[in-house]
């Protein structure tokens, strides 16, 4: 993001975060187009799962759980699967961690629960030190497909300099998304391609990516502009946002391809 605002690049897949929102105020980010978002993986320690210790989202309260860090997406995932069921980060135990170490702190029993991307997230449960919980009862709290986690961001200056250049870039990135979403359903010479080319990316192993709960990214190539303002809401609320975003000139779209 901070190589972009130099000029380094005319685009990046960035996450939703009061990071984010704070460069998209100093500087002249503008936001192109969804790039995912994800029923969060709420992973709970097996041992705390099988002792019946946690059973329900509420018994959440006062255990020690992972989040990336304080103002990311995953932290306002959480916040809002607890305010779900009448808690508040204030009511748990916070503990910031990056994903790759998380699942060496399960095992360690130091957390009690994490809120995990993928492939992290089915490793947890394949290595038998995390149970996921019940997705159908997260989904409710995300009922558009999921928390909208990544965007395509660029810089105004390029907006207003390389419109035909973002244009054909956004026609073909329209393209792979819908070759993902086919293969994200299941078709399976689409599904096999997409598992390898994630595998190599993620250097994570086929089976894994296989298991593993697929991102939604929409079909359009539109985010859920109602979830960025709540996030931004929240962010302000909490004073982690230095000041306020437009969002309403922060969202830019017209140059995705019309719908089919």
Known sequence: MAAMEAGAFDVVIGSLAAGSFNMVHKGDLVILADASRVIPSVIIRKDLWDN????????LKGRAIMTPREGSS?????SKILRGVGLTIADINPKYLEDNATLAALEAK???????????ATNAVEKG??????LKQVEKFFPQNGQQHMVLYTRRKTLEEKRELLRSFLAAYIEAVRFY???RNGKQSERE???GIIAEY???????????VWPYVSPD???????????????????????????DSVVRLELLPESK
Do not use: C, W
């Open 221 to 247: 190539g539109r985010p859920d502009v109602s979830y960025i303002k709540e996030m931004h809401d929240y962010f302000v609320q909490q004073k982690l946002i230095d000041n306020p975003v437009n969002l």
């Open 181 to 183: 979403d086919t293969a």
């Open 52 to 59: 019946k210790s946690i059973q329900q989202l509420s018994d």
């Open 193 to 195: 391609e997409a598992v």
């Open 129 to 134: 030190i995390g149970v996921r919980f019940d």
């Open 74 to 78: 995953s932290y306002y995932a959480l």
């Open 110 to 120: 130091q957390i009690d629960a994490a809120i995990l991307n993928e492939p992290h």
């Open 202 to 212: 993620t250097h994570s192993d086929r089976a894994t990516v296989d298991k593993s």
